[in-house]
């Protein structure tokens, strides 16, 4: 059974950074495209970043790209959301989720296994 265990939520100023961390449990990192989406009050869901190991350069929503960075240790098997120069209207509980063959895509229905969600909470 595949289990996604996310960490690293919190609450962070304006301006300030947080990295959360999903780590896949019956699975190994590289045999999936691992996929972040965020869903904020009264919003629907959406995807923030993804990254996979047959495809090159990872995948990053419009509202994110040049803050947020995703990364993958295949020795640690946990794929990292570096999330910088956080704003207000980032604020959201966060997903992890995973898709097999490593095929990444924004489509959250395309995905096979979610984690339980992190809230992250941009206030000043």
């Known amino acids: 059974e595949v289990q996604l265990v996310e960490s690293g939520g919190g609450l962070v100023q304006p301006g300030g950074s947080l990295t959360l961390n999903c780590t896949p449990s019956g699975i190994t990192v590289h045999e999936l495209a691992i996929g972040w989406f965020r869903q904020a009050p009264g919003k629907n869901r959406e995807a923030v970043s993804c990254?996979?190991?047959?495809?090159?350069?990872?995948y990053y929503a419009d509202s994110v790209r040049g803050r947020f960075t995703i990364a993958r240790d295949i020795a640690e098997h946990t794929v990292y959301l570096q999330m910088d120069r956080l704003t207000v209207e980032d604020t959201a509980v966060y997903y992890c989720?995973?898709?097999?063959?490593?095929?990444?895509?924004?489509?959250?229905?395309?995905?096979?296994?979610w984690g339980q969600g992190t809230q992250v909470t941009v206030s000043s």
């Open positions: 990254i996979a190991t047959s495809q090159g350069a990872p």
């Open positions: 989720a995973a898709l097999k063959p490593a095929l990444c895509t924004a489509n959250d229905a395309m995905y096979d296994f």
